[in-house]
Every structure is written in structure tokens, then in C-alpha cells.
């Protein structure tokens, strides 16, 4: 995947790692940049071509896919982290992360693979995260819809290959966004995140794991389970 001349569709390009991806596209010289964001008053990248998007909203997503019918590559940014746990968390935030994270991701793929076939297979990336392979607590819900977005990125690399759409899954961990605002930790710079994940994009990478923590959560996961989460044997 060639970033210079590719025409490229950002989802939650309105903010944080999506408002990097936009810029950063635009940097590499692709030749269009549509910046989509539910509010699309909130978009303010010079040059990039502004679209109202909702991956929650079949509707909105058709409409996306029908005026963004020339596009090449397609990143899939846009989520929701409501910090609940699955048992005692309300419901309706748990839904609302897989409805997003999980669904409204696969429901802008299946749009936008037609497209991607038409012009000759394109590729995906979609933003993962570390806790696609680590439960944390306070925020499973958000591990659990990530590793299903996980899982859909292994599988749609499969049912797309046919048409030649390369797909990328992006893991990192910590990183300094609206979403961490909160969280007083160690985070990544988000521009070099995205530079990482356009960096293996170009290259034909399967998979960009944007940091160490990734890297050492991925390689935990062939280990017992106590390795990942010592706090279970320590009694916590």
C-alpha cells in the first residue's frame, strides 16, 4: 500500500489519533483525505475533505460509502471507552462499547469493501489496542470489544484477501488522547503511534505494535494466564 496518491477515509478524525492519522496522510502526500466525525463541525484539518460519519448508524455509514466511492485505503479509528467492568458495570455502556468498538467497525468494513474491490483491493487498517490481549480492571468492557475487534480483523483479512485488500491491525498501549485523560500513566505521543502504523501500512505488515507494553502483552499470551495477571495468585 502506497500512501502517495491513495485516497484514505479516517473514522473519529475529529480528535486524538484520528486527527494524527488525517494530518499525517496528508503529509505522505495522499491525494485525498476524508475526515469523518459524527460532528463534522469539529474537524479542523487543512486540506482534508470533511464527512459526516456515525459507524453506529447504518444509514450514515451507506451514505459515507456512497460519496466516498473513489477510496483506496480505509482506517477505522473511531471508538468509545466507557471504563466498565462486565459483571457489576451497567449494561447499556457495556453494549455500547461492542455496538461501537465491535460492530460499527465491521459495519464500515462491509460497507467499504466493495469499494475497495472496485478500485482494485485497497487496504485496511483498524485501530486495535493492547488490551485486545489484556483484561484490566475498571475497563473490561473495553477489552472485551477490543479483542472481538481482534478477532474481526484476523477474519475480514481472510475473507478479503480474494480481492487483494491488504488488512493491518494497530496495537498500543497508553497513549495521550482525550480517552487517557484520566489515567495517570506512562503514554505514548500519539503522532508517533500513527507514524508506526503508516510506516508498516507501506511496508505490508500484518500487524504494527506501536510500543514495548504491546509488544510484551502479545508475547504473555503464549504463557500461563498468571503471567498476564499475577494479582489472581497474589489473592487480590
Do not use: C
Not at 473514522?11 to 502526500?29: K, M, P, S, V
Not at 467492568?85 to 468494513?109: C, P
Not at 474491490?117 to 475497563?139: E, F, K, R, T
Amino acid at each position: 500500500m502506497k500512501i502517495a496518491g491513495s485516497v484514505a477515509l479516517v473514522t473519529g478524525a475529529n480528535r486524538g489519533i484520528g486527527r494524527h492519522f488525517a494530518q499525517q496522510l496528508l503529509e505522505r502526500g495522499a491525494a485525498k483525505v476524508y475526515a469523518t466525525a459524527r460532528d463534522t463541525g469539529l474537524v479542523d484539518i487543512l486540506g482534508a475533505e470533511v464527512l459526516r460519519l456515525d459507524i453506529t448508524d447504518p444509514e450514515s455509514v451507506a451514505a459515507a460509502a456512497a460519496t466516498a466511492s473513489d477510496l483506496t485505503l480505509l482506517i477505522n479509528n473511531a471508538g468509545v471507552f466507557t471504563g466498565q467492568n462486565l459483571v457489576t458495570g451497567d449494561l447499556e455502556k457495556v453494549r455500547l462499547e461492542m455496538e461501537t468498538n465491535y460492530f460499527g467497525t465491521l459495519r464500515v468494513v462491509r460497507a467499504f469493501a466493495p469499494v475497495l474491490a472496485a478500485g482494485g483491493g485497497g487496504a485496511i487498517l483498524n485501530v486495535l489496542s493492547a488490551m485486545s490481549w489484556l483484561s484490566y480492571d475498571g475497563a473490561n468492557a473495553y477489552s472485551a470489544a477490543k479483542a472481538a475487534a481482534w478477532s474481526l480483523t484476523n477474519g475480514i483479512r481472510l475473507e478479503l484477501a480474494g480481492q487483494r485488500t491488504s488488512v493491518t491491525g494497530l496495537h498500543l498501549a497508553s497513549t495521550d488522547t482525550d480517552m487517557m485523560a484520566g489515567w495517570d500513566v506512562e503514554k505514548n505521543d500519539p503522532a508517533d503511534v500513527v507514524r508506526a502504523a503508516l510506516d508498516g501500512l507501506e511496508a505490508g505488515r500484518l500487524e504494527v505494535l506501536a510500543d514495548e507494553n504491546s509488544a510484551q502483552i502479545k508475547a504473555g499470551l503464549s504463557a500461563d494466564p498468571s503471567v498476564l495477571y499475577p494479582q489472581i495468585l497474589a489473592g487480590a
